[in-house]
């Protein structure tokens, strides 16, 4: 089965009417996030600010995204998983790391709702930039939600291991009542050339081809900042990380494909998705630019998958996670008996 056809049937919404669980969605964006769980069986309701990412997400999936803005005092509906990508400039490697300070900071406000839901699970997503200058931050927002009773997990996590034809690395945090894991890696890279197949040689008269000023102005940013190789797509390896500047705007790192025949191309709003991991089936609402936006802010649906997957196994087997630790204390105290004699 091709990589394609693959996530066209893996990646389809359903509800599981025996878990019966509901995932709030903040900062949902076009349902990147939301889509690895409806294609677990979770039900969805999601906000996000944005018009054309939330006609997005209610254009392709079961759930019901609403257009708002969020703030700390918005009351949602009830539900017993929050997750989000909450906004990540003040993280960002690239951005000035004003944390609380920024005015873009979200963390305030996913605080907030997992203060007024209390949710059996909790799950949120965010730039690598967070593990650095900004570490001081994530530490008090998961001191925050240690205080409202959850365990902690966290850590950083690459796309590419989890079945994503991209390297996109992303800091997930992970907070449950009974403890909990993380997902493991999946042993499998999937490749640029395995995700677009064929359409990495296609093009048409709407194809945006490099200009020989295009190529001289590429040549001079790879020169500058010492790259080794020129950063087109490798078909033999997963991309590098999609983002809403190397998509949308005509920089020097803009990601594109080289045909057979030297010419090289800007990748498209469908290619883009595919290395996102979105299905086919799944469209984008809105121009060119505001698609590869949209694309270039979401959660890689695959990796989403996987983060869903983990959940609904702990919901599941909590119980099991129950006795386990039961049977754990059992044993010390038993050792300890037998230690004293």
């Known amino acids: 089965m091709k990589y394609w056809e693959e996530i066209n049937e893996k990646l389809k919404p359903w509800i599981d009417t025996d878990l019966d669980k509901t995932v709030l969605d903040l900062f949902a964006g076009c349902g990147g996030l939301s889509l690895g769980f409806e294609a677990n069986g979770f039900k969805t309701i999601g906000y996000e600010m944005d018009e054309n990412a939330t006609k997005t997400y209610n254009k392709n999936l079961l759930g019901k995204c609403f257009q708002q803005k969020l703030a700390t005092d918005t009351e949602y509906p009830k539900a017993d998983i929050v997750i989000g990508g909450p906004p990540c400039q003040p993280f960002s490697v690239g951005g000035k790391q004003l944390g609380l300070k920024d005015s873009r900071d979200g963390f305030p406000i996913f605080l907030s709702a997992i203060q007024q839901i209390d949710p059996e699970v909790l799950l949120f997503e965010n730039v690598r930039g967070m593990l650095y200058k900004n570490k001081w931050y994530l530490k008090e927002v998961i001191d925050e939600l240690e205080n409202l009773g959850y365990f902690i997990n966290y850590a950083l996590l690459n796309a590419k291991d989890y079945e994503v034809p991209q390297n996109r690395e992303r800091v997930i945090v992970l907070g449950t009542k009974k403890r909990n894991r993380l997902p493991k890696k999946i042993n499998r890279k999937v490749t640029a050339g395995e995700a677009l197949g064929e359409l990495a040689f296609q093009f048409n008269d709407n194809s945006k081809f490099f200009t020989k000023s295009m190529d001289e102005y590429v040549a001079k940013y790879e020169k500058a900042s010492k790259c080794i190789n020129p950063r087109d797509l490798y078909l033999n390896r997963p991309a590098r990380t999609l983002t809403c500047r190397n998509l949308a705007g005509a920089t020097g ?43 270039g802010n979401a959660v890689a649906p695959y990796f989403a998958f996987h983060l869903a997957k983990n959940v609904k196994n702990y919901l599941s087997n909590e119980q099991t996670y129950l006795i386990t630790e039961n049977q754990q204390f059992k044993l010390f105290e038993n050792e300890a008996i037998y230690q004293s004699r």
């Not at 996102?276 to 936006?293: A, H, I, K, L």
């Open 253 to 295: 790192d803009m990601h594109r494909v080289r045909l057979k025949d030297g010419r090289r191309r800007r990748i498209t709003v469908r290619e883009a998705a595919r290395l996102q991991s979105f299905p086919d089936w799944f469209t984008f609402v809105g121009t060119e630019t505001n698609q590869f936006y949209q694309i």
